[in-house]
């Protein structure tokens, strides 16, 4: 099965309103990253975590490694947060690093 | 701070003909990844350096793909004679250091008729 699940899979929201993206891991991961792909194919990274939290701007992220998951939450999406989510968990016991990729949450925002 | 830069942008080839793609990672980032972004699907890695070194390239077909870092700076991946299932946009990313965040270029996009 999948090491990183993402869910849900694809979500469409109208703008300003609030939504939240998760990954389940099956794998003991140590950190994680959260990545967005926008409709240009970019992929900018958003947070890299630790357990704990960060916030910037109108998202937040949190990484429980005891509960193996992580979340994203966006608050009053924008239009430009458009784009594929992707999160990343870097899994402890590697002895040659890997980033253990989700499948990604595609996201429309509509006017 | 310059990002990640990636040549070319496009490519387009028939099957059997060969192509490169070039990397300039940040500047002072010691590690660099290869990806490979099949379309509608999340980046799988191919190969990574540290510094000059290889680290990891298991997941490098090996008999028609290869990857160099000769001076530990840019990097070049090349496909040797291409196949339609290589289509796909081609990721560099940088780290300062192994596990730390990643910096990823904007994509080679590759098509193979």
């Known amino acids: 099965g999948d090491k990183v699940k993402q869910s849900p899979s694809a979500l469409s929201l109208q703008e300003g309103t609030n939504s939240a993206l998760r990954c389940n891991f099956s794998i003991a991961a140590t950190t994680v990253q959260w990545f967005l792909q926008n409709p240009r194919g970019s992929l900018i990274n958003l947070f890299y975590?630790?357990?704990?939290?960060k916030e910037n701007g109108r998202l937040k992220s949190a990484f429980d490694s005891k509960e193996s998951y992580s979340t994203l939450h966006i608050r009053d999406a924008q239009l430009e947060d458009s784009g594929t989510y992707f999160c990343?968990?870097?899994?402890?016991?590697?002895?040659?690093?890997?980033?253990?990729w989700g499948s990604g949450t595609k996201l429309i925002i509509k006017p | 701070e310059a990002g990640v830069t990636q040549s070319p942008r496009y490519a387009v080839l028939q099957e059997g003909q060969a192509v490169s793609f070039w990397c300039d990672p940040i500047s002072g980032h010691d590690t660099l990844y290869w990806y490979q972004q099949p379309r509608d699907q999340g980046p799988q890695l191919l190969v990574y350096?540290?510094?000059?070194?290889?680290?990891?390239n298991s997941q490098l077909p090996s008999d028609r793909f290869s990857a160099v870092r000769p001076k530990g700076t840019n990097s070049t991946l090349k496909i040797q004679s291409a196949k339609q299932g290589d289509t796909a946009t081609y990721l560099c990313?940088?780290?300062?250091?192994?596990?730390?965040?990643?910096?990823f270029g904007a994509g080679t996009r590759l098509s193979v008729l």
């Open positions: 975590l630790v357990p704990g939290t």
């Open positions: 350096f540290r510094d000059e070194a290889v680290i990891d």
């Open positions: 990343a968990a870097e899994a402890s016991g590697d002895s040659n690093y890997q980033l253990i």
């Open positions: 990313a940088s780290s300062f250091v192994q596990g730390n965040t990643l910096y």
